[in-house]
C-alpha cells in the first residue's frame, strides 16, 4: 500500500499539531510538511526534494493566505491536490478557493474518516466534495442564474440609469446627464424597482456593485 505524503498549512497550531498526530497514527499517511503560513510552506517547499501530494490548507492565515498559497500551487505545483480545511462556510469564500484550484473544500468540525475519504479521493481521483460544499455550489449557480435572469430583463437605458445613480447625482442631474426629462427618469427608477424587487436607492447601489455595473 501506497503511502500518501501529506503537507499540513494552518497557523493554528493546537489545529495543525492535532491533525498530524491523527494522520500519524495510519500508516497509510506521513505527514511531510507542516507550516503555519503559506509563506513558510512555499519557502520550504522550493528546498525540498520530499515533496507532499496532499496539502490540507487553511484559508485565514497571516503573510500568506490559503487562497493564494492555493493559486501559487496551481501555477507552480499543479500536482499538489489541496484540500481546504476551514471554519469558512462562506459561499464566497468557497468559490474564491475552488477557483485558486482546491480540489476539495472540509470544515474542520468533520468527521476523521470524511477527511480520510477525502484524501484518499483526492489523490486518486482528483476531486472531492461533500454534499455541503455541493449544496452551496448549487446555491451560488442558482442565484447566479437569477442575477442573469434579472439583468437580461433590463433595458439598454435602464442599466445606464442604474450606472448614474451609482454616483453622487440627483435624480434631476442623471436626468441632464441622460438628455432625458425628469419625469421619465422616474419611470426608469419605478421600473428598475419592480424589476430588481428593491425599494430604494440603496438597494440599486448594492446591486450595482454586486454586478459590476458601477
Given at each position: ?35 503555519p503560513n503559506g509563506e513558510d510552506f512555499i519557502e520550504a517547499l522550493e528546498k525540498t526534494a520530499d ?52 480540489k476539495g473544500y472540509l470544515l474542520k468540525d468533520m468527521q476523521p474518516s470524511i477527511l480520510f475519504q ?97
Amino acid at each position: 500500500m501506497k503511502t500518501i505524503p501529506i503537507a499540513i498549512v494552518d497557523d493554528h497550531t493546537l489545529m495543525s499539531k492535532a491533525l498530524e498526530n491523527m494522520i500519524a497514527e495510519n500508516p497509510q499517511y506521513k505527514v511531510v510538511m507542516n507550516h503555519p503560513n503559506g509563506e513558510d510552506f512555499i519557502e520550504a517547499l522550493e528546498k525540498t526534494a520530499d515533496l507532499p501530494a496532499v496539502v490540507l490548507m487553511d484559508i485565514n492565515m497571516p503573510f500568506k493566505n490559503g487562497i493564494e498559497t492555493t493559486e501559487w500551487l496551481s501555477e507552480n505545483h499543479p500536482d499538489i491536490k489541496v484540500i481546504a480545511l476551514t471554519m469558512e462556510d462562506d459561499e464566497k469564500v468557497l468559490i474564491k478557493m475552488l477557483k485558486a484550484g482546491a480540489k476539495g473544500y472540509l470544515l474542520k468540525d468533520m468527521q476523521p474518516s470524511i477527511l480520510f475519504q477525502a484524501i484518499d479521493t483526492v489523490f486518486e481521483k482528483g476531486s472531492f466534495y461533500t454534499d455541503f460544499v455541493a449544496q452551496k455550489l448549487l446555491k451560488v449557480k442558482t442565484e447566479d442564474l437569477k442575477n442573469q435572469s434579472l439583468l437580461s430583463e433590463l433595458k439598454e437605458r435602464e442599466i445606464e440609469f442604474i450606472k448614474f445613480a451609482c454616483s453622487e447625482l440627483t435624480y434631476k442631474e442623471i436626468a441632464d446627464k441622460m438628455f432625458l426629462s425628469p419625469k421619465t427618469i422616474d419611470g426608469y427608477r419605478d421600473s428598475v424597482f419592480i424589476k430588481l424587487d428593491i425599494k430604494n436607492r440603496v438597494g440599486l447601489v448594492l446591486f450595482a456593485m454586486k454586478h459590476n455595473l458601477c
